[in-house]
């Protein structure tokens, strides 16, 4: 089994305060607020995270299937590999 190195994480802008930010509360929110909250966690990626690709890449890899991960929500990452 191959050893997956995953200490670039420690180094992304989603952690800390707009760590919630990243993923849907737990009991839904209404599409607008979605949309708004995705787009403020996209922005981060964006703009302020050192490893965004090597999470993008993680994502996929792992199909992961909730949360922004390398500034892409669940439908931006199915529609990369074609889910």
């Known amino acids: 089994m191959a050893v997956v190195n995953e200490s670039w ?3 992304g802008a989603c952690r800390g305060p ?3 930010l990243f993923y849907a509360p737990s009991l839904g ?10 787009n403020k966690a996209k922005s981060i990626c964006q703009t302020q995270c050192p490893v965004r690709q090597n999470c993008l890449s993680y994502a996929i ?3 992961e299937l ?3 991960w390398g500034g892409l929500n669940e439908s931006e990452r ?5 889910m």
Not at 31 to 36: A, T
Not at 78 to 82: C, M, N, S, V, Y
């Open 9 to 11: 994480m420690e180094s």
């Open 29 to 38: 929110e209404r599409r607008e607020v979605r949309h708004e909250r995705e």
């Open 18 to 20: 707009a760590s919630n």
């Open 61 to 63: 890899t792992n199909r």
């Open 78 to 82: 199915k529609g990369l590999i074609g």
């Open 66 to 68: 909730f949360g922004i």
